[in-house]
Nanobody, 125 residues
């Protein structure tokens, strides 16, 4: 079965950096676009970043542009989110998603077919 497993979350001071990883298995990785979403307490899950199967199409939420970078390693079925200059408002559970819309960069939860279990990121001020 399809599994997406996130890792790399933790506690970080404002201004610091973290890199999240997502390991995918049970699917043909290059058939999928990949994305990162996040959910803060009491809020809806929101889009963070996404990239197409070949990494040629990339899109970021305005709140993370210039600070976060999404990338993928198709040889190892991995997707990453490098987070720099972190802010307290980045605190959330971060989820990795896989979308069959391989050439697109979906910004809606409904465009994703599979999700990981999430990894907690906490940024202190």
């Amino acid at each position: 079965q399809v599994q997406l497993v996130e890792s790399g979350g933790g506690l970080m001071q404002a201004g610091g950096s973290l890199r999240l990883s997502c390991a995918a298995s049970g699917l043909t990785f290059t058939d999928y676009a990949m994305g990162w979403f996040r959910q803060a307490p009491g809020k809806e899950r929101e889009f963070v970043a996404a990239l197409s199967w070949d990494g040629n199409n990339i899109y970021y939420h305005d709140s993370v542009k210039g600070r976060f970078a999404i990338s993928r390693d198709n040889a190892n079925n991995m997707v990453y989110l490098q987070m720099n200059s972190m802010k307290p408002e980045d605190t959330a559970v971060y989820y990795c998603g896989a979308s069959r819309m391989a050439t697109a960069v979906g910004v809606l939860k409904s465009q994703y077919d599979y999700w990981g279990q999430g990894t907690q990121v906490t940024v202190s001020s």
